[in-house]
């Protein structure tokens, strides 16, 4: 499985747009790149998934370079129930999930 | 999508003794999993529960510590045995959803928080 590495942390602000950015630079052919959400007390909940160029849903966007080595999880226009850690996985589309470190985004008042 | 139950929600045990988790789904299901979130990590998979035949463990993990049962397509449970503080984690059961045309995606339960002392 790719290793994947994002920011520990990130702060933010009530209305602001928060991208974070994960790098995978073994990235596979037959990886994609999904990204789950984990709020306090309760497990992971998936968030939006794409192989290549952007997708976007009505949580968040995901933009994909061309070589696929990084992607960049967009979240638009935060409030404070968005206060969560963001996990970004790369893998195969099959069970084994892997999770990494996560990103811990905290949106302030 | 699924909706996912665990029992009990969380638990403290004495080092030594044995607590069985149970995952219930509302609707009937391939394939359940077992993760572990010790604190302040990131989850680990234990296991996949599989209807009729054995659990399938990860590396790291043995049947003796972890039992697990998949009588239906509903229901699995998730066993820790001889318990020490080590094991004080958030156990969490997931399905799967792959629908041919959707994404692959995992749905989890709330997770059981045991604490061992």
């Known amino acids: 499985l790719a290793k994947t590495t994002q920011p520990i942390s990130m702060d933010s602000y009530e209305g602001q747009e928060v991208n974070i950015t994960c790098s995978h630079n073994?990235?596979?052919?037959?990886?994609?790149i999904t990204w789950y959400q984990q709020f306090p007390s309760q497990g992971p909940r998936f968030i939006i998934q794409g192989y290549k160029t952007k997708v976007t849903n009505e949580v968040a966007s995901l933009f994909i370079p061309a070589d696929r080595k990084s992607s960049t999880l967009s979240l638009p226009r935060v409030s404070l129930s968005d206060t969560a850690v963001y996990y970004c996985l790369v893998g195969p589309n099959d069970y084994k999930l892997s999770f990494g470190a996560g990103t811990t985004v905290t949106v302030r008042a | 999508s699924a909706v996912i139950s665990q029992k009990p929600s969380r638990d403290i045990c004495q080092r030594g003794t044995s607590l069985t988790i149970q995952c219930q789904v509302d609707s009937q299901v391939t394939m359940m999993f077992w993760y572990r979130q010790q604190p302040g990590q990131s989850l680990t998979l234990i296991a996949t529960?599989?209807?009729?035949?054995?659990?399938?463990?990860e590396s790291g993990f043995v049947i003796d510590k972890f039992p697990i049962s998949r009588p239906n397509l509903t229901f699995s449970t998730l066993t820790v045995s001889n318990m020490s503080p080590e094991d004080s984690s958030i156990y969490l059961c997931s399905v799967e959803d792959s629908g041919r045309w959707k994404n692959y995606e995992q749905y989890f339960g709330p997770g059981t928080r045991l604490t061992v002392t």
């Open positions: 529960a599989n209807q009729g035949s054995e659990a399938t463990y």
């Open positions: 073994n990235i596979a052919t037959n990886d994609y």
